[in-house]
Each structure stands twice: as C-alpha cells, then as structure tokens.
C-alpha cells in the first residue's frame, strides 16, 4: 500500500483526533473531579488532598506528593481485566506523575499527600492520555496550585504513515507492512512536552513529524479542557 492510498480502519483522516469530550465537577464528594473522553475510551478522575502522607515514611519535608492510581474498571473491554495493580497500572500511574509533576506546585504543602484517582471505564486505547487530561482538570478544580494543566494525545505510526490518536484496533491489530507505534506525548500549553513514549519503531524524522501533530492536537485538547473547566463557574479552580 504506498503512503497516497493509505486509509484509516475507521475512515478518519491521518491528523484527525477521534470525538473528544470533557466534564468537570462529575464527583461531589472528591476534593476536584473530572471525566474527560476521546473515542470510546473514557477517564474519570477525583482527587483528595493536600492531606496528611501516609505512610509517614514517604513523607517529603521538602513539598507535599503527588500519587496518582490508574486504574482500569475489569468491565473497561470485552475481555474482563483481573482486578487489582500489575505492572501496566504501576506503570501508567507512576507516568501519569511524572507528566503532571512539571506544572503541579506543592512547595506549600511539605509532608501533605495530593491523592489522583483515575478509572478507566472504558478503554479504546489512549488510556493514559485520557487520564492525564482528566487528572489534571480535577487537580485543577480541586484548587490545588498550578502553573497550568497539561494535555495528552497519542500520535503513532501505521505502517508507513504518520497518524493520530491510534484506537484499540490500531494499536493491538493493525498489522499492514510495518505494523503500529504508539507515541503518546503530554504537552503543557506552551508546546513544552512533559511526558514521551514510545512502543513501536519510528524514523527520526517520523518521530518529529509525529510529535508536530500531536502537538497541535494537544492545543484542541487544552481548548476543551478550559471550556470544561470555565463551565464550572468561578469555583475553587484558579491556575497560577
Ligand atoms: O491505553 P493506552 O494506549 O494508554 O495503553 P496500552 O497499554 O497501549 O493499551 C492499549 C489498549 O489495549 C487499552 O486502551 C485497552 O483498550 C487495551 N487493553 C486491554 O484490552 N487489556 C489490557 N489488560 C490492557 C490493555
């Protein structure tokens, strides 16, 4: 197949995000809350805090903590996951941390925990993107310091053609030529990246090219987000 036959599985065009949507405030009982979707793949996420760090030795004199805890529901996809942490879900919420760290301030809050829930219930692939998104929304209706949110999308590769927003069929099956690689890309709203990934294999210049798109998704993302955010009032979020 060369690069101008080139088609989506699901018809999208090679740049185009799959239906993206956000809501915040969905919790009441958490501290900040927010659902944030693209595609089929939907995130939730609450979060409780500052708060006292337990257990008392993680605890940082320094600045409060960040933990995150991704989650997927087991009726997320068709096959039923197992309950429970594995080595995907330690993974993903020690990455979501680390792209949310840059813009999260906590020098004000030393031994204090920020606690990030996030529920996968459903999950089309770009699970992580979409809990970041999610996450750093509640972070931000819960009030909690921030220089600004970030925003997550996946680009990739299909066999030879860079695309965006891969879906679970792209991801896990698509299998022309060269197959799939995944880059998901957290990005402040300056175009700074905060967190980068790559499951696949990708050129130098793809990868460039990849990171472009995502990019300028990332600004449709932050559009989205802020919209979400406004329509909760003037509220208890308040961005640095
Ligand atoms: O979801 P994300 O793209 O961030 O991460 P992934 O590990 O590349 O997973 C891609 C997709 O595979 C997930 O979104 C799920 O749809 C699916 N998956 C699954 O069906 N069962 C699992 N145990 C893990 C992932």
């Given at each position: 197949m060369t690069a101008k036959e080139f088609k989506r599985p699901d018809g999208r065009k090679k740049d185009e995000l799959r239906p993206v949507s956000a809501k915040v405030g969905i919790i009441p009982n958490a501290d900040g809350s927010a659902m944030f979707s693209t595609g089929d793949t939907i995130a939730i996420a609450a979060v409780y805090g500052p708060k006292e760090h337990h257990?008392?030795?993680?605890?940082n004199p320094a600045k409060g903590t960040l933990r995150c805890d991704y989650k997927m529901g087991s009726f997320s996809v068709t096959d039923r996951i197992r309950p429970g942490p594995n080595r995907r879900s330690t993974e993903i919420s020690k990455i979501t941390e680390w792209a949310l760290a840059p813009v999260v301030m906590l020098e004000d809050y030393p031994n204090k925990v920020v606690d990030v829930h996030i529920h996968m219930t459903q999950a089309d692939a770009g699970t992580r993107c979409a809990g970041i998104n999610a996450a750093a929304m509640a972070l931000a209706h819960a009030g909690i310091p921030m220089k600004d949110i970030v925003s997550s999308i996946a680009a990739g590769k299909l066999d030879k053609t860079v695309v965006l927003d891969l879906d679970k069929y792209e991801d896990s099956e698509y299998d022309e030529g060269e197959g799939s690689t995944d880059i998901p890309i957290t990005f402040t709203p300056d175009g700074k990246i905060t967190h980068i990934q790559i499951d696949g294999k990708i050129s130098k210049s793809q990868l460039k090219e990849a990171i472009e798109m995502a990019r300028n998704a990332s600004k449709e993302i932050y559009e989205v987000q802020k919209k979400a955010l406004k329509?909760?009032?003037?509220?208890?979020w308040v961005l640095q």
């Open positions: 257990p008392r030795n993680q605890r329509e909760v009032g003037e509220g208890k």
